[in-house]
């Protein structure tokens, strides 16, 4: 296939994703869903070409960019108030779902070694972040619970890429420490989140020095895959690397970016975001037909029935076993978390549970196993099949399970904002309305700006006699306007005042200064 058929497939692939997005809204279906299903299909038509996902470019091309987006929006006093139950999740249920799971298939499949057997269990044990994002987006969960399950997302890909490395190991080596493989545990977790800090503080450096809103936006994407690929090669957590960048980019934007680059950067970072996730999803369903090759055709498959049910079961089942007594036991035994945190419904670690989507991280992770590995193609197949189970029934039943148990009140959760969104709008309005009365008082008590004041009924006078007396009145706009964006500014920093000492949440923040933003483009077309 030459390179430009290749290219000629891309843009089949987005016009189908296009059509397929479209068909998901009309008939409400996850669009994580309907893209695998659509790939499937795709795939199964004659005279199709192969698709052959290379492991390390899905890893390298995709995850990056999926991260730093997630991390940059997360917020980040969010996560670090939940961060025990986000570390219990992305640590804690990534290791028992391995066990399990591996213990299941040693089970149902005796002549399958161990290591093989936690190799599986180390690929479908962590819930995937673009997965997870896909489907959440279209959810309406409450806020915290969507804090945890996306905290969960960005940390637990590392905890099981590294206990596959373990495996792997194991596997060709025939032996294991697990002294050893806790110390490398812990190395590599550490040295992933230093080598992101490093990477973060410098790429500011360099957003300060960039002037060109265009270049400040290709940098962010660089910095993206810069952090994951170094850390890599330091043979540290590349996830971890771009977590912990994306998060202090994301923290610190506020401060070194200008109303038209964050406009700009949103909305170029959503479309790319778009297309990988959604090319991530098709590529998954076009990926079946070599899963089948390799395995030997449908006979084998349905012959493999019996053990992948297993399987699939014991992934869903362990993420149950482990939140109930998570989410319950340590507020038991300990009365101050109890206190501080009381103990939610039912529904909310139910749903937590059911929301625990794999994607392309674990089938990328299974083709990366080594020619020759022990039951590396059967470990493919189960691992599509608990893809396809997970994001197809569980996804696509998410969105009524969780409308359900809202509707009766089931899903409560704490919302950590002193202030309403409507109070904080007062207090940037109070700010504003300070810094123009300051800067438009004369010395006699008149105002230069009166359509500051009176904004709607000066403002149709004001553009008739600009058209009349233009040269007279450009200093006076120009001034004018330079009064505007001194009122967002102080408006801005009242905000970011706010947000650094709790009194508002993220999403409070993102909100107000969205359109201080746009106040702030339109003001400076005018200077």
Known sequence: MTAVSRFEIILLLMAVIVLLDMLARRFQLPRAAALILGGIGFAMIPGTPDVEIDPE?????????????????????????????????????????????????????????????????????????????????????????IVLLEGESLVNDASGLVLLRFAIAAALTGSFS????TVSFFSVAIGGLLVGIVFAFAAILVIRRIKEIDLTIAWTFLVAWISYIAAEKLHVSG?????????????????FFGAATRTRATAAWSVVVFVLESLVFILIGLSLRGVLYRLGGYDALVALLPATGAIIAAVILARFAWMFPGT??????????????????????????WAGLRGVVSLAAALSLPEGFPGRDVILAITFAVILVTVLVQGSTLAPI?????????????????????????????AQFSAVEKASRNDDGT??????????TYRKGAAARYAEEAETLSSQRIDHFKTVLAAIEAGRAELLKMHRAGEIHDSVLHSIEEGLDLEEVNARRFL
């Open 57 to 145: 470019l899905v890893l390298v091309l995709f995850l990056p960019p999926l991260l730093m987006s997630s991390a940059w929006f997360t917020s980040w006093r969010d996560f670090r108030a939940d961060l025990r139950i986000i570390l219990q999740l992305a640590v804690g249920a990534v290791f028992f779902t391995t066990l399990v799971v591996g213990v299941v298939a040693h089970w149902v499949m005796p002549s399958l070694p161990w290591a093989a057997c936690f190799a599986l269990g180390a690929i479908v044990s962590p819930p995937d972040s673009v997965a997870a994002k896909a489907v959440l987006q279209s959810v309406p969960l409450p806020p915290r619970i």
């Open 178 to 181: 697990a002294a050893a493989a």
């Open 239 to 255: 996830v971890l690397s771009t977590v912990a960048c994306g998060m202090i980019l994301g923290w610190k934007q506020h401060e």
């Open 328 to 353: 319950y036991l340590p507020r038991m035994l300990m009365p101050k978390l109890r206190a501080r945190d009381p103990s939610p419904p039912w529904s909310v670690p139910f749903i937590m549970s």
């Open 402 to 430: 969780v409308r359900r148990l809202v509707k009766t009140g089931g899903t409560h959760t704490p919302h950590h904002s002193k202030l309403s969104e409507a109070q904080a709008r007062a207090r940037v309005a109070t």
């Open 447 to 456: 105002h230069r700006h009166p359509r500051l004041f009176e904004q709607y």
